[in-house]
């Protein structure tokens, strides 16, 4: 999916949501006492290159293409980092990762994600959380998942002709 075209840069300006998810991370990471090394800065920006999930290893690539350390371990790190830090979301049907754009608050991530561009959008809804975590209470469950997702077709993909989407 990564080599397909995608309709996502051109319904928005990417260049303001990569320039401000590395702002954020910048500012977190001295919050938190942390260092934004290269790999990570750099993993955090290849995620950001669109939104579409990033699998590891495509990531691993990536980051082999351009000279940087890309041992498993190296790119593992740098993602449990990023995860940490609450930079990037695991999508878990996909088992790849997202950039979030509200890493300076704490939340649970909520995904809505198109069958057809396989572009996430992640919305912000707590009380959907605490609804959840009340009702499975009641029947006595722990919950543990950190995600909702939710699959269906974006508003891009739905103006489309099923032949013309990516
Ligand atoms: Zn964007
Ligand atoms: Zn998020
Ligand atoms: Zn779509």
Request: charged residues 25%.
């Amino acid at each position: 999916m990564s080599s397909k075209k995608t309709h996502d840069t051109n319904s928005h300006n990417h260049n303001h949501c990569i320039e401000t998810a590395l702002a954020t991370a910048e500012t977190l990471c001295v919050e938190q006492g942390q260092r934004l090394t290269k790999v990570r800065r750099r993993a955090l920006e290849l995620i950001w290159e669109s939104h579409r999930p990033l699998g590891a290893y495509q990531l691993l690539a990536k980051l082999a293409e351009e000279g940087f350390n890309s041992a498993p371990p190296t790119v593992y790190r740098a993602l449990d980092f990023l995860l940490n830090a609450g930079l990037i979301h695991k999508v878990e049907s996909m088992n790849a990762y997202l950039g979030c754009a509200h890493a300076d608050k704490v939340h649970q991530g909520y995904f809505l994600i198109c069958d057809d561009c396989h572009n996430v959008m992640e919305f912000d809804y707590q009380d959907i959380h605490s609804a959840l975590i009340a009702k499975a209470e009641t029947q006595g469950f722990e919950l543990r998942a950190k995600t909702i997702e939710l699959t269906g077709l974006c508003a891009d993909c739905k103006t489309l002709p099923e032949g013309a989407r990516p």
